[in-house]
């Protein structure tokens, strides 16, 4: 009987420490995770159409904090820009410094130093553009165009008012990872872009964030619950032991 309960007793304290220990992991994979998070991303709202069907007006998006130098082709950016309206807004970079971006081909399609670009993301079946255009993007600058070309009010109309139709790498905050809320998951790189020199963007951290997030919740979730099964069992045991006493 003696030894029964010594057992039994340290079968507990080890119960107990494995518990405390898994909350305690959890607790910093948790807490971890969504610090890393709010440091990298922070979340805006869409204020237009012009991205539908990607993202639509009022999504909240989750966007990470990057350098313009940083971008690539195919990315999904928020920026700000003076000429654009000084506030911030969504669009997808389709040329950077020293490409020649026109529409449309033969086919209907953009093409980037020549290359046609297949763009599954657009809304609709039609060309890439209603307007044709040709366009030279100067060095350190992004061309951008909406997701939704019948709507977006974007390169292509900059390019009427006699400019370049571009904006600054600098002018960039943001690149667009994920879309919050509703759930609408993640916003993948572009492949039709990964052929053309300097690829496409790496994924973000999102998902080992989420990964790292999802792991706490069930390690201090196992953690709680596992306590008062091993304190349940531990009581069994010792009924078990006193009834065979008797």
Known sequence: MSGTGQDSDGHGRLGSMLSGLAVAVGCVL????????????????????????????GDRVLAQRVDGDEVRRGDVVVFTDRQWGDMPMVKRVVGTGGDKIACCDKDGRLTVNGIPVDEPYLRGSGPAS????????????????????TVSLDSRVHLEDGGHGSVPRSAVQARVDA?????????????????????????????????????????ILGGAVYGPIAARSKRNRRTKAATGAR
């Not at 366009?135 to 070309?149: N, S």
């Open 179 to 219: 879309v919050a809320w509703p759930l609408g998951g993640m916003i993948g790189r572009p492949r039709a872009f990964a052929a053309l020199p300097g690829g496409v963007s790496s994924a973000g951290p999102l998902r080992l964030q989420l990964g790292a997030m999802g792991v706490g919740v069930l390690l």
């Open 130 to 149: 209603v307007n044709d255009f040709t366009a030279e993007v100067p060095k350190g600058q992004l061309f951008l165009l909406g997701d939704d070309r």
């Open 30 to 57: 948790f807490l971890g995770g969504f610090a890393w998070g709010a440091v990298v991303y922070r979340p805006y709202t869409v204020p237009t159409e012009s991205m539908t069907p990607t993202v639509n007006a």
